[in-house]
């Protein structure tokens, strides 16, 4: 049963990171300007450099071949090359990677952090000061865009991953403590308080078995929010990761770049998403 | 509670209200410049100061939040529909459509929504007049922002299928685009609703995250976006504190929104 769960996922991951690839592929396509290339306006080339520049970009023209084509030198590792860059995409990701991953990383383990000692402790002290403080707090986060908050930390000098960690809280946050709300208040999880077990005792015997599998999809979620924010977060405080390249590549119309980005960046959400979804299910296996 | 939510009103009818009304505050308009001004701090003559090419800051203040925040319902609206289109056709014909519909659904949902925007706005021209700017920000939002709707409205109207008052009315001759339209969206009208409001402060925050990756509305259009990049030249925050007034209002506008449309029990927390 778990091994089909797993290779349905499996499945679904492969198809939409493909189709997301073909989706990105085409809009780039078929995005006005596409064929223009500002090295042809160069007054230094002539008239056969010119006629290179078109010819090189003439196997691009035919959307399904040049997708079809790029899928094939893939899969020998090779991911093409950046048309704004002029690098191999594979050297680029590889080089930017690191630095994302990082970022991500941290931001959501300081976010995940924040999250559980703020959620935990408002639904242990029950007090409603506390509780509407939090949720202020985190309410005004939600309300300031994510760009705003990556110039902010420009501005105070504050580090990337902290800024993906604000940017993922309040989101995380409001579903954390209402899914702690609800399990706290469930007649046995009551009923364990009013017999006076321990706190951590009913955290983890009671508590975390209701809401860890929703849990788990919330954090698989988070990845994908994670991703999104360091997009901005990159691209403004100057750090060359995958963000600040999606952003680069956005803007220079790089086909070979924003395609591999998309299928890295779609594959990296299913992953997280289906790793959680399969993780809780498991989970709810052992606990039922 | 409701004293809070009607705050949270009057803010909204207020904020709507002025910057409807920037035509008579703000007669200069948003794009007269006062050389001999440029960057000056507030005065009597200019309450919010002027941007670095000597335009009125207050008047684009004014001009902005009505671009943004009239603009992000016809947004909304526009997603809406999507969604009940899509996650509703496809969830009343059920099978292999609402499938289909579901993988795209999917596909969508796999991107970062930021990711998308950025990548979808980048391949639409960027040399475009600004009122053409406007509309492709607006619209790209409305088109890509039904996914989620899309999916809720789809298991909904799968669940209407089956309903009684369907089956009845189906057996007494009621077929196709007639059934659904008659019987079938009035009851997605909650969940429309709830879509349509929750949309508009996402779509005023991820106009304005555009905004400030340049990928706006273009100059010399003001939205809240565009006034936000004026951040990006900041050295401390206490140098010039005027330039946040469009990113209080906005944290205002959206918070009240936030109220507006919140549970009870969560205002209450």
Same mark, same amino acid.
């Given at each position: 049963?778990? &091994?089909?769960?797993?290779?349905?996922?499996?499945?679904?991951?492969?198809?939409?990171?493909?189709?997301?690839?073909?989706?990105?592929?085409?809009?780039?396509?078929?995005?006005?300007?596409?064929?223009?290339?500002?090295?042809?306006?160069?007054?230094?080339?002539?008239?056969?450099?010119?006629?290179?520049?078109?010819?090189?970009?003439?196997?691009?023209?035919?959307?399904?071949?040049?997708?079809?084509?790029?899928?094939?030198?893939?899969?020998?590792?090779?991911?093409?090359?950046?048309?704004?860059?002029?690098?191999?995409?594979?050297?680029?990701?590889?080089?930017?990677?690191?630095?994302?991953? &990082?970022?991500?990383?941290?931001?959501?383990?300081?976010?995940?952090?924040?999250?559980?000692?703020?959620?935990?402790?408002?639904?242990?002290?029950?007090?409603?000061?506390?509780?509407?403080?939090?949720?202020?707090?985190?309410?005004?986060?939600?309300?300031?865009?994510?760009?705003?908050?990556?110039?902010?930390?420009?501005?105070?000098?504050?580090?990337?991953?902290?800024?993906?960690?604000?940017?993922?809280?309040?989101?995380?946050?409001?579903?954390? &403590?209402?899914?702690?709300?609800?399990?706290?208040?469930?007649?046995?999880?009551?009923?364990?308080?009013?017999?006076?077990?321990?706190?951590? &005792?009913?955290?983890?015997?009671?508590?975390?078995?209701?809401?860890?599998?929703?849990?788990?999809?919330?954090?698989?979620?988070?990845?994908?929010?994670?991703?999104?924010?360091?997009?901005?977060?990159?691209?403004?405080?100057?750090?060359?990761?995958?963000?600040?390249?999606?952003?680069?590549?956005?803007?220079?119309?790089?086909?070979?770049?924003?395609?591999?980005?998309?299928?890295?960046?779609?594959?990296?959400?299913?992953?997280?998403?289906?790793?959680?979804?399969?993780?809780?299910?498991?989970?709810?296996?052992?606990?039922? | 509670?409701?004293?809070?939510?009607?705050?949270?009103?009057?803010?909204?009818?207020?904020?709507?209200?002025?910057?409807?009304?920037?035509?008579?505050?703000?007669?200069?308009?948003?794009?007269?410049?006062?050389?001999?001004?440029?960057?000056?701090?507030?005065?009597?003559?200019?309450?919010?100061? @002027?941007?670095?090419?000597?335009?009125?800051?207050?008047?684009?203040?004014?001009?902005?939040?009505?671009?943004?925040?009239?603009?992000?319902?016809?947004?909304?609206?526009?997603?809406?529909?999507?969604?009940?289109?899509?996650?509703?056709?496809?969830?009343?014909?059920?099978?292999?459509?609402?499938?289909?519909?579901?993988?795209?659904?999917?596909?969508?949902?796999?991107?970062?929504?930021?990711?998308?925007?950025?990548?979808?706005?980048?391949?639409?021209?960027?040399?475009?007049?600004?009122?053409?700017?406007?509309?492709? @920000?607006?619209?790209?939002?409305?088109?890509?922002?039904?996914?989620?709707?899309?999916?809720?409205?789809?298991?909904?109207?799968?669940?209407?299928?089956?309903?009684?008052?369907?089956?009845?009315?189906?057996?007494?001759?009621?077929?196709?685009?007639?059934?659904?339209?008659?019987?079938?969206?009035?009851?997605?009208?909650?969940?429309?609703?709830?879509?349509?409001?929750?949309?508009?402060?996402?779509?005023?925050?991820?106009?304005?995250?555009?905004?400030?990756?340049?990928?706006?509305?273009?100059?010399?259009?003001?939205?809240?976006?565009?006034?936000?990049?004026?951040?990006?030249?900041?050295?401390?925050?206490?140098?010039?504190?005027?330039?946040?007034?469009?990113?209080?209002?906005?944290?205002?506008?959206?918070?009240?929104?936030?109220?507006?449309?919140?549970?009870?029990?969560?205002?209450?927390?």
């Amino acid at each position: 049963m778990l &091994r089909r769960k797993i290779a349905r996922h499996g499945l679904a991951i492969v198809a939409t990171a493909l189709l997301g690839g073909l989706l990105s592929a085409t809009l780039v396509r078929l995005a006005p300007g596409f064929d223009t290339d500002e090295a042809q306006l160069d007054p230094h080339l002539n008239s056969a450099s010119v006629q290179a520049l078109r010819q090189a970009r003439a196997d691009q023209h035919n959307i399904f071949q040049f997708y079809f084509h790029s899928l094939q030198r893939a899969m020998h590792g090779d991911l093409g090359t950046s048309l704004s860059l002029g690098q191999p995409v594979g050297a680029l990701l590889r080089d930017r990677l690191p630095l994302t991953l &990082r970022l991500v990383g941290l931001g959501l383990l300081l976010s995940w952090a924040a999250v559980m000692a703020l959620a935990l402790s408002a639904a242990w002290l029950r007090a409603f000061a506390y509780d509407t403080l939090a949720t202020v707090i985190s309410g005004t986060l939600l309300c300031i865009p994510a760009a705003v908050l990556a110039l902010l930390s420009v501005l105070w000098n504050v580090p990337g991953a902290l800024a993906i960690a604000l940017i993922i809280f309040p989101r995380d946050y409001r579903y954390t &403590r209402n899914l702690l709300a609800k399990a706290y208040s469930l007649p046995h999880i009551v009923t364990a308080r009013a017999k006076g077990l321990g706190e951590l &005792r009913i955290l983890f015997w009671h508590v975390v078995p209701v809401a860890g599998p929703q849990l788990l999809a919330l954090a698989g979620v988070s990845v994908s929010l994670a991703i999104g924010a360091a997009i901005p977060v990159e691209a403004l405080c100057g750090l060359a990761g995958v963000g600040q390249l999606a952003w680069q590549a956005a803007l220079a119309r790089d086909l070979p770049l924003l395609m591999n980005i998309t299928v890295l960046v779609t594959l990296v959400t299913l992953l997280a998403n289906s790793g959680a979804d399969v993780i809780g299910s498991v989970w709810r296996g052992q606990h039922a | 509670m409701i004293f809070w939510r009607r705050v949270a009103c009057v803010v909204l009818l207020v904020v709507v209200g002025v910057s409807l009304a920037a035509n008579w505050l703000a007669p200069a308009g948003y794009a007269k410049q006062y050389r001999e001004a440029a960057d000056a701090p507030p005065s009597h003559a200019h309450w919010l100061g @002027t941007d670095e090419i000597g335009r009125d800051r207050f008047a684009r203040v004014l001009y902005g939040t009505r671009i943004s925040l009239l603009l992000a319902p016809g947004a909304a609206l526009l997603s809406t529909l999507m969604a009940a289109l899509i996650g509703g056709l496809a969830g009343y014909l059920g099978g292999a459509w609402a499938r289909a519909a579901m993988a795209v659904t999917d596909l969508f949902l796999s991107l970062p929504w930021l990711f998308l925007l950025i990548t979808v706005r980048a391949m639409m021209p960027l040399n475009v007049s600004p009122l053409v700017s406007v509309l492709v @920000t607006f619209t790209m939002l409305g088109l890509l922002g039904w996914t989620s709707a899309a999916r809720v409205l789809c298991a909904t109207a799968g669940s209407l299928r089956d309903a009684d008052f369907v089956r009845q009315a189906r057996a007494s001759g009621i077929r196709g685009a007639r059934l659904f339209w008659i019987h079938v969206v009035p009851n997605l009208k909650p969940v429309l609703y709830a879509q349509f409001w929750i949309s508009i402060p996402a779509f005023i925050l991820s106009e304005a995250n555009l905004g400030i990756l340049g990928l706006g509305v273009a100059e010399p259009l003001p939205s809240w976006g565009s006034l936000l990049k004026e951040l990006e030249g900041l050295v401390s925050v206490g140098e010039e504190p005027w330039k946040f007034v469009p990113l209080i209002l906005l944290v205002v506008v959206v918070t009240s929104f936030q109220l507006v449309l919140s549970k009870p029990d969560e205002v209450a927390a």
